[in-house]
């Protein structure tokens, strides 16, 4: 039985028969590399005419569409539903059953509400950010050139069936995985599949061994693959999910192992708070059981403590935080695609992002030109854009050899660069392109040149021989010979160089010793030479024997430059006490040249390949601690295979970092969900690695996710705020109860009472509390420790004063009421509204955790003044209306009475400022180490 068995299947219909052929394409596909090519043909049921519009839609019809099976987008039931997925909606919906048990009607109401509340303003976020996420994947939309029944027509890839014959050019997208049948010169950038940072050159006659490896596969063209330059055509063997990277899509289907640092600190701050009301309501029923006390009633107060310790506000106010925070990060182009994300990011302790695109412009640049004799010229400017120029080293330099070098590396050329309305495109190999760039800095155009000196023939570059040549003719003609490559190849073919005021013999050394410098410093090396022909006849055709006698013209460097903003980006990163390493495939020399250039390392020290790696893993018994060890040490990783970055981000996680990884390719999308935060690149990612991340950054550019990290250290920063106002407002409640039951009073307020200072004058100014903007120093101190939850000393510190004092203040205030024979009505009124002015003043208090409420002014956040003008209306509003005065038990109060409850609240004030100047002088604000 062979793959000629395919063609066969391919005739019969039905869904299951669809099944059959996915399993033999499956099969068969590990197996084309090893067949001849007119094997292959045959056995798809192909030929060189290519199939007929009915065949491909028969085929169409059942194997479906060309493209990886997209994700469902969750419903809104679902994502309504996963908003209940918490520890702190438990609390809440236990503490509504219970009301529901002791049939406090009013109670439950009020809580099932905000749990509502929260799940509607979660679902609507997380379902607008995943519209943003999908919109990216529609952006692009792969053509293909296909042969049907003799011609070739342009389609939409997705059309693509088995068996069709496509042509591919440079510039292209490879649309499906692919048997070549012939190429020329045929390049391709297989990075985003396998890793290799390299081009990797294709032949179509080549005969492969079964076992060899998906990257060693000459003759196979991927899916998702760019092809650099040359010309090819070849058969497609599989589509959709079947290819290679669909194969890689379908593994990535299991739960995310890595949960985010709020959820997890979350977690850690629900069970602290459970403890306490357990804690408390333990104390209370023993306490009120040896008074003898009626069971009912002790539940009735019960569920009060339960209201008073639980912030019931917290989850809507969290939520908010975080939708704020998305928000902010989609200006700084980060699309977050979970909202729990947003923090995590501002978490993270250790960044490994990758070099090319992220780090740099993931354009190759001509930047540096050496002449015969070591006079070195300069080429500002980055990219494809020709804004830039030349500036020598020593002043008056000889401009003329430098632009001879150019013109040369201009005319032997196949690249295209054209300007748009948009900006500049190009269509070929970067090499070429970058060579174009530098011709324009220098004053030429590629017409221009080749108006004056037409090519008349050709010898494309070759991987075996190493260069490329042209031969030109001029007017009256004569003509030149343009040749570039490889140094050593180029040394071969030259006996003279140009050098000031003429021609001298060739210093082959001195060149070879000039190259091997630039090499070290991580360029990509290439060599020009020319030579002048007397004659060039029509018709004449170049040969390798005209290729001698050459005349060595210099060297041109070429990097993949950094990112104007990188280098700002990554001290940033250090200032804020971030690790960032760089993780690539390139070679180590010019990983860590760009390394120098962004300041993630200085050393070669730094530096670790993917053999170091591999050899540190080993099988002993101690790998894992050798392994986390070179993981430490190091900054630079190059030379890095796609699962060796899995590798990295698990050493990582277990020495206790919390890691950021950023990723573009299908191999990258492992790493990026086993992350604690996932980077995807919008621009030139793969949709593979987008479904993986957590967040999306749509320019590609670092300095957008050290956006991003502020951000998320901004959300944070507000989530504690929120925390610190809420929980001391309730634990200022909880002091109030048991000084009353130590006291032997009655419960001081009523558990609706409760519920409309946590929900409601409370809940209106912890939202506006999450609209905090930045304090200034978010990225001038490091992260908090990973194993820190969100009760810190500091808030704890913060939590027993707050708690202490408006626990004190209301119980003076009801203890007083009721020892001057006031009504119980009275007292709990009064109590009430002390803690409303008290919730009040709590709310500026909380605006930042170390610095005075007088230096935070108002008009960094007016909605804060706004909001807690609301909240006192809200009650006073209250307090004169009948029905609210009946639900609440509240009435109005004189005005001399709210004096001095508004005289005793600034006590919060001036309690919570004491201590805010002695946390200040006993732990001075410190820069991170790094910075």
Known sequence: MGPSVLSKVITIRGVWHLKVQGLLCRVWATMYHSMPSEEVLSSLGGS??????????????????????????????????????SPFIYILLGAAVLALLLREWSDAVFIVIIVLLNAVIGTFQEHRAERA????????????????????????????????????????????????????????????????????????????????????????????????????????????????LGTLASQLGGPRETESPLVMRMRRFTRAVAAVIIGAAAVFLAVEAARG???????????????????????????????????????????????????ALGSCTAIASDKTGTLTVNQLTATTIVLPGGEVWSVTGTGTDPAGGLVPEVEGSDRARVEKLIRCGALCNDAVLVREDHGWSHVGDMLDVSLLVLAHKAGFTAPQLQAEAPVVS?????????????????????????????????????????????????????????AEAMASEGYRVIALASKEVSSVGEGRRLHEKDLAGLTFLGLVGMIDPPRETAAEAVALCARAGLRVMMVTGDHPSTALAVARQVGIASKRSQVA???????????????????????????????????????????????????????????????????????????????????????????????????????????????????????STGAGELVLFLLALIAGLPPPLTALQLLWLNLVTNGVQD????????EGNELEVPPRPPGQGVFDRLMVERLAVSALVMGLVAFGTYDVLLSQGRTLLEA????????????????????SEVRSAFRRGTAFNPLLVLSTLIALGIHLLAMHLGPAQTLLDIGPLALSTWAWLALASLALLGAVEVDKAVWRHRHPIRKSPNG
């Open 828 to 847: 709990r009124n009064t109590a009430t509204a002390s803690l409303v002015l008290m919730e009040s003043v709590m709310v500026f208090n909380s605006r």
């Open 767 to 774: 939202v506006a509390l999450a609209f905090e903007p930045a």
């Open 609 to 727: 390949t993917g053999s170091d790696l591999r050899e540190a893993a080993g099988n002993a018994a101690d790998s894992n601690a050798r392994l986390d060890a070179l993981v430490a040490r190091t900054s630079v990783f190059a030379r890095v295979e796609p699962s060796q970055k899995l590798t990295i981000v698990e050493s990582l996680i277990r020495q206790g970092e919390l890691v950021a990884v950023t990723g573009d390719g299908a191999n990258d999308a492992p790493a990026l969900r086993r992350a604690h935060v996932g980077v995807a690149m919008g621009r030139g990612g793969t949709d593979v690695a987008r479904e993986a991340a957590d967040l999306i950054v749509t320019d590609d550019d670092f300095s957008s996710i050290v956006g991003g990290i502020e951000e998320g250290r901004i959300a944070y920063a507000n989530v504690r705020k929120v925390v610190s106002l809420l929980v």
């Open 293 to 343: 006390k009626p069971i009912s009633e002790v539940a009735l107060v019960a569920i009060a403590l339960a209201v008073a310790a639980i912030p019931e506000g917290l989850p809507v106010a969290i939520t908010v935080s975080l939708a704020i925070a998305m928000r902010r990060m989609s200006r700084r182009r980060v699309i977050v695609r979970r909202m729990a994300s947003v923090e």
């Open 133 to 244: 996420a999908r919109a990216l994947r529609n952006m692009v939309s792969t053509r293909a050139r296909v042969v049907r029944a003799g011609e070739v027509v342009e389609i939409d890839a997705e059309e693509l069936v088995p068996g069709d014959l496509v042509q591919l050019s440079g510039g292209d997208k490879v649309p499906a995985d692919m048997r070549l049948l012939d190429v020329i010169d045929f390049h391709v950038d297989e990075s985003l599949l396998t890793g290799e940072s390299m081009p990797v050159a294709k032949d179509g006659v080549a005969l492969l061994p079964e076992s060899t490896g998906l990257a060693d596969r000459a003759n196979m063209a991927w899916a998702g693959t760019l092809v650099l330059h040359g010309r090819g055509e070849g058969v497609v063997v599989s589509t959709g999910q079947l290819t290679q």
């Open 48 to 85: 060189h005419e290519g199939l007929r519009a009915e065949e491909a839609a028969s085929r169409r019809e059942r194997f479906g569409l060309n493209r990886l099976p997209e994700p469902s987008m969750p419903g809104i039931l679902s994502t309504f539903l996963r908003q209940f997925v």
């Open 458 to 514: 050709e010898m494309p570059f070759e991987s075996e021989r190493r260069y490329a040549a042209t031969l030109h003719s001029h007017v009256g003609g004569s003509g030149e010979i343009n040749l570039k490559g490889a140094l050593e190849a180029v040394l071969a073919m030259c006996d003279r160089q140009a050098v000031p005021g003429g021609e001298y013999p060739l210093d082959a050394a001195e060149a070879l010793d000039r």
